[in-house]
Structures are given as C-alpha cells and as structure tokens.
C-alpha cells in the first residue's frame, strides 16, 4: 500500500461516517492508509493537489477526518452541485500532472550515467591494487607482471559493466 500511495498520481479518500471513524482511530486498513497519508500531507500543506477527499455520504462534521480539514475535498452526494462539483473533480484529475505513468519506478534514478561511473570505478580498481601489490613485499618484477593482469582485469570488467 505504501508503494501504490507514494506513486500515485491521485489519491482519492471516499469520506462517509464510516471512513471518518477508521482513519479518526486509526482502525483496519483505512487507519493504516491514514497513517501513511497524514505525514504526506503535512508535507505539503499548502500545494496539496494530490490527496482529495471525496464526501459521498453524511456531512463534512460526520465524514470527514479530524485531520483533513484544511485540504481539497469534493462533495460528490447528491445534491443540485453534484454535475458541477464531478467536473471539477474531473478538471483538477485531469490537469494533474502525469509522472508515474512515463516509465516504469526503478532505481535507476538514483544512478549516474555508465560514463561517469566507469572511470571512478577503474581508478580505484587500480588505487587498490597498487596498495595491495606494493603493500605485499613484491619484488618490482612481480609487479610489472601483475600490472598487466590488473588492467586487463579491469577492462573485462569495464565491458561487463557496460554490457549491463
């Protein structure tokens, strides 16, 4: 559920007394979803556009969280507004921009480019080896052998990483 609400373009809370009374004590899977929610919102008190509350059925004093006060809400029961207020609903949906749907949620964000990686990782590929083959007592012989090895090591890497 965290996951689905962190992505979510939109959230729509469907108020009624019953829904009021879950989140208010923080029962069932609505208090675990209002648990998630309220630090979200706070977060974002005054461009909030992504959690709106829809009162389906009582009045705002009866369904509507202790909490969600200050934030959107749609009243979508009956009444002469209904048309008016679902078209409002609708525009603010439809003008909310769409970030979650342009490719699927991986960590690849948090990554920098192959070009920029390559380089640091070959320099302290080789960084390492140096202190490991100087640090043990080899003779510069053995290290003009090893030398060798190490870069040839380095770049077999190189292409794996790249190939991934």
Known sequence: MENSIRISDIVLMIFTPNYKQKADERLG?????????TPLLKQNLKTNEKYIGVLREGDWHSSVPTNMGPYLHCDLRSSDTYDENLKQLI?????????SFSKPITMEGDYKPIDQIVPVLKQS??????????AGGKNSLEQALLKPKVKLLVDKWENEIRSH
């Open 29 to 37: 899977g609505v208090g675990y979803e209002f648990n998630i929610i």
């Open 91 to 99: 525009d603010q949906i439809i003008n909310t921009p769409v970030k």
């Open 125 to 134: 590929v080789e960084v390492y080896f140096n202190k490991l083959i100087g």
